[in-house]
């Protein structure tokens, strides 16, 4: 108890302000990076991160959450919260879908069309949510049929399904094969075509504006870029 | 009930009552049969109730027994036993989903034998049923002990010396005796499974038809229209509040009637 209140005074003490960023699953990793660059070069503000769907963080903003920043990981979810934003949303790092398989493709597995394979056991994003119309757009522009065992409500659901071996293969983005693990990618003959784009922006709700204004340079910036190039993300 | 405690039950009503009025004050009552009459929708809803009335009937088949296995055996493991069997009230969601897949999934204990035998549950209807039992179990198993445990037995040992089978006697006098418990643990297993959401989502996967229960219908339509999603909720707890109103009532009202057999 004493080292948790020691812990919480040390804590307030160092940090006078806090900066709210709401932020896409999809961007855990490397916004906990920028979290710390921010911090290093601003020793008085506590940079907090929510991560979450980008439709349930633009869902809880529209409710009043306290953001400072949002980084969605698609424009509609931005423009559903665009009567909030204190500046126009900046396009900051794009995202191709893949194929993601077991480790070494058990399956020989080469690209969507694998996917109707009657051996072939795969699971999609539900056409509701960003990675399932970005699936269906990029399986007519490649003219292949897709028959999913399950449509998931994210991305993250259809990477766990295959990582636990219950579906052979699944539709994802690059970024996520490699936050996972006993998986692999297969590349999509195609993919460049269909583009997913991540806008951020800072907003009027938060007590932070010029703090916020900083944080989105840092992400726009040389650092943010480099960081978000490491974790596979496209630059805009 | 003595006068402090009447606003604290107000408080309670209102923690309970207050975010269910908040749901429906947000119906959007012009587009309600057009969201409630979707094709989706429907399909959903058949799917919910079908899986979690055959949920419900294996908790009734199998929690009682477990039920009355554990009011009745002497042993000093008892209660750890007892706490692991109502485990899945505690667990998160997501992670009974995951216990699940480690038990039954493709790569699970007892999947390798599953798939072997021709019986894949993964995606199938049945998973979701599988998933639904996990969650609703604990229900019935409680129900049945508790109501065992507060019984002395007198009446099956009085059967007992008059020359009944323990058959006849679980039959005729054990559960008669039992019906308020019975019907208050099928009520509550009914009402979690229809409600049942993580386990599936992560166990069963979500298919229009297949898999896709009312809850992940609702979870899903959130993302794109929450009128819709608002609309479909409202009427998942207008089913539970109608199956529980129509078959529970307060064990007290119940006594005389028990009382008198």
Redesign the interface.
């Known amino acids: 108890m004493t080292l948790v209140l020691a812990g919480c005074s040390t804590a307030s003490a160092g940090d006078d302000r806090v900066l709210t960023v709401y932020a896409a699953a999809s961007l855990t990793d490397v916004f906990a990076q920028l979290e710390e660059a921010y911090e290093a070069e601003h020793p008085h503000v506590d940079v907090v991160v929510v991560h979450g769907?980008s439709?349930e963080l633009a869902?809880t903003i529209v409710e009043g959450a306290p953001a400072d920043v949002f980084a969605s990981a698609n424009e509609a979810q931005m423009e559903a919260v665009q009567e909030l934003t204190a500046a126009p949303p900046t396009i900051f790092a794009t995202n191709t879908l893949t194929l993601v398989v077991e480790d070494g493709n058990p399956l020989r597995l080469a690209g969507l069309d694998d996917l109707a394979r009657e051996d072939v056991?795969s699971?999609v994003c539900?056409p509701?949510?960003p990675c399932g119309a970005a699936t269906l757009e990029l399986a007519a522009a490649e003219g292949a049929t897709l028959a999913?065992?399950?449509?998931?409500?994210s991305v993250t659901?259809v990477l766990?399904?295959v990582a636990?071996?219950?579906?052979d293969a699944g539709v994802v983005y690059v970024t996520d094969v490699a936050r996972a693990s006993g998986v692999e990618q297969v590349e999509i003959d195609g993919a460049a075509a269909v583009v997913n784009s991540y806008p951020i922006a800072p907003m009027s709700g938060g007590e932070s504006l010029d703090l916020a204004a900083s944080f989105v340079d840092l992400v726009l910036g040389d650092a943010g870029q480099r960081v978000l190039a490491e974790a596979g993300f496209g630059s805009p | 009930m003595p006068r402090w405690m009447a606003p604290l039950a107000v408080l309670a009503a209102t923690v309970v009552l207050l975010p269910i009025v908040a749901t429906v004050a947000r119906l959007d009552w012009s587009r309600l049969p057009e969201l409630l009459t979707a094709p989706a929708a429907l399909d959903a809803l058949g799917l919910s109730l079908a899986t979690a009335a055959i949920s419900t009937c294996l908790c009734l088949m199998l929690g009682l027994p477990l039920g009355y296995a554990l009011a009745t055996w002497r042993s000093r493991f008892k209660p750890a036993v007892r706490a692991l069997v109502l485990a899945p009230l505690v667990l998160p969601p997501v992670v009974g989903g995951?216990a699940l897949?480690y038990a039954f999934?493709?790569?699970g204990l007892l999947g390798g034998a599953l798939e072997d035998a021709g019986l894949s549950l993964?995606?199938t209807t049945a998973a979701v049923v599988v998933a639904q039992t996990f969650v609703a179990m604990p229900f019935m198993v409680l129900a049945t002990e508790s109501a065992l445990g507060a019984q002395a037995g007198h009446h099956e040992a009085l059967a007992g010396t008059l020359g009944a089978s323990r058959s006849t006697t679980l039959w005729h006098v054990t559960l008669p005796a039992l019906r308020p418990a019975l019907i208050t643990g099928t009520v509550l297993a009914f009402a979690r499974a229809l409600g049942e959401f993580g386990a599936t989502?992560?166990f069963a996967?979500?298919?229009?038809g297949v898999?896709?229960t009312l809850p992940?219908e609702i979870?899903?339509?959130?993302?794109?229209d929450?009128d819709a999603a608002v609309a479909l909720a409202v009427l998942l707890v207008a089913v539970a509040v109608t199956v529980v109103a129509l078959a529970y009532r307060p064990l007290s009202a119940r006594t005389p009637a028990g009382a008198g057999r």
């Not at chain 1, 999913?148 to 409500?153: D, G, L, R, T, V």
């Not at chain 2, 996967?205 to 229009?208: D, E, F, L």
């Not at chain 2, 979870?219 to 794109?224: G, I, S």
């Open positions: 769907g439709a869902a056991v699971v539900a509701q949510v999913p065992s399950s449509q998931e409500s659901d766990g399904k636990a071996g219950q579906a | 995951l897949l999934g493709r790569r993964a995606f989502l992560t996967g979500s298919m229009p898999t896709r992940l979870y899903l339509q959130r993302e794109t929450a």
